[in-house]
């Protein structure tokens, strides 16, 4: 099954919410708790990790677009997980 990967909530790093860098590319395995992407505020960097185990499909947030929280960036294939 197709999850969406979301913006996640940043709390008080009010301002502008930029994808910075993609830690995976499309196809590429990804495990539960390992750095998936970055996340580049006014007031601070940092690294968000994935919430699922499965095969990033696509990503449709571009490094350097901004985002909102709660929007879909990409999408992760659990397929075949148990």
Do not use: N
């Amino acid at each position: 099954m197709e999850v969406a990967v979301v913006m996640p909530p940043m709390g008080d790093a009010a301002g502008d919410l930029v994808l910075a860098l993609w830690h995976k590319a499309p196809g590429d395995r990804v495990v539960k708790g390992e750095p998936l992407f970055d996340v580049a505020t006014d007031k601070v960097d940092m690294s968000v990790e994935s919430l699922y185990t499965g095969t990033l499909t696509r990503t449709v947030c571009a490094e350097g677009q901004s985002a909102v929280e709660g929007e879909t960036i990409a999408y992760i294939d659990e397929s075949g997980q148990a």
